[in-house]
């Protein structure tokens, strides 16, 4: 028997992916004790950009993928969702092939497929349609309250983000900290704004740590509701100290102190992501009690214009 072509809805058609996606999604945590599909897959399931396209076969497989908020418009990221008994190369290699010829009728670029929990055949599978291992993510947990005092340095100043007044410094030094970073680093003001418009957005959870020359680093914080699986997780969403003021000891209280935010809202688990190669991070939150909880890996394919 022939498989069915998958069908690549687009731009406001992906609303019709949705329930696919929870559907394989569910049998994913079940399976491989993780979803399969990360956030920014589902930001874009709810509002979709017009560029983005979701593929599906045949009720077993769903591949996503989406435009990057970066400035240069040309990193796309995918997500793949695939019922536990179709998980083959012909499978995977159908989907995320019609998704990277999306991207190729789209301008090309680069595209990084993030398979969360993977496991050691994903990496076959991923060849199947020409995508490379690239890099892997930690993420790392801690039990709060954390045993360890806030000490700020000499002359720092600790406060809330204030919407509608931080934004450009924030960007700045978030740019700056991230530089050579392909998703967190070159957000713009867009970016930003699209951040703040989500529901479990908390100024008081977002603090900015200021010296004599301005802004200096921040820690930006979310809470992720219990969901059956796994308890309230206070995650560090993204915290960063500008270059200019970075081995200070300014990244260890503002991490410590976004961790008793996290427990001052009756949360016992902190979590982050980490890229596995960032050595001075790594170093820091081990120090703070976090370990590896799960690894992710990105998968990357460079995609010509058709
Ligand atoms: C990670 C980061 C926030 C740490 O902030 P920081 O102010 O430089 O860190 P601190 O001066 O408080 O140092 C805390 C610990 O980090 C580690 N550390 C900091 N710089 C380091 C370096 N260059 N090499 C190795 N370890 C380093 C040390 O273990 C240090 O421990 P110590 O207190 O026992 O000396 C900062 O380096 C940064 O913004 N990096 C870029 C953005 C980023 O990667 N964010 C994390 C994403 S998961």
Redesign the pocket.
């Known amino acids: 028997m022939t498989r069915p072509e998958p069908a690549v809805l687009t731009g406001a058609q992906l609303a019709g992916a949705r329930e696919l996606a929870a559907r394989l999604d569910r049998s994913a945590r079940e399976s491989r004790g993780a979803p399969a599909l990360n956030e920014a897959v589902w930001r874009d399931l709810e509002s979709p950009r017009s560029d983005s396209a979701a593929v599906l076969l045949d009720g077993v497989a769903l591949a996503h993928v989406a435009r990057g908020d970066t400035a240069s418009g040309r990193l796309w990221s995918a997500g793949l969702a695939v019922a536990p008994g179709a998980r083959g190369p012909e499978v995977v290699g159908a989907v995320l092939g019609a998704a990277a010829a999306h991207v190729a009728r789209h301008g090309g670029g680069r595209v990084l497929l993030w398979v969360l929990a993977a496991e050691p055949g994903d990496e076959e599978l991923a060849a199947a349609a020409a995508f490379a291992p690239v890099r892997e993510l930690y993420e790392m947990r801690v039990p709060l309250p954390v045993p360890q005092e806030v000490r700020w340095p000499d002359g720092v100043t600790v406060r809330d983000f204030v919407p509608g007044r931080d934004e450009a410094a924030w960007l700045g030094v978030n740019n700056r900290?991230?530089r050579d970073?392909p998703e967190?680093g070159g957000w713009t003001a867009d970016t930003l704004r699209r951040r703040m418009a989500e529901p479990w957005f908390d100024p008081s959870l977002f603090l900015l740590a200021f010296d004599d020359a301005g802004l200096a680093?921040f820690d930006w914080c979310k809470v992720h509701p219990p969901d059956g699986r796994d308890p309230a997780l206070g995650e560090?969403f993204?915290?960063?100290?500008?270059?200019r003021?970075?081995?200070?000891?300014?990244?260890?209280?503002?991490?410590l102190a976004g961790l008793a935010r996290l427990h001052g809202r009756g949360v016992g688990t902190g979590m982050?992501?980490?890229?596995a190669d960032?050595?001075?991070?790594l170093?820091?939150?081990r120090?703070i009690g976090f370990t590896v909880h799960r690894v992710d890996r990105a998968f990357a394919r460079e995609v010509d214009p058709a």
């Open positions: 900290a991230f970073h967190q680093g560090i993204v915290i960063g100290v500008d270059p003021a970075a081995g200070r000891g300014l990244g260890r209280p503002l991490a982050l992501f980490c890229a960032n050595a001075p991070a170093r820091l939150y120090s």
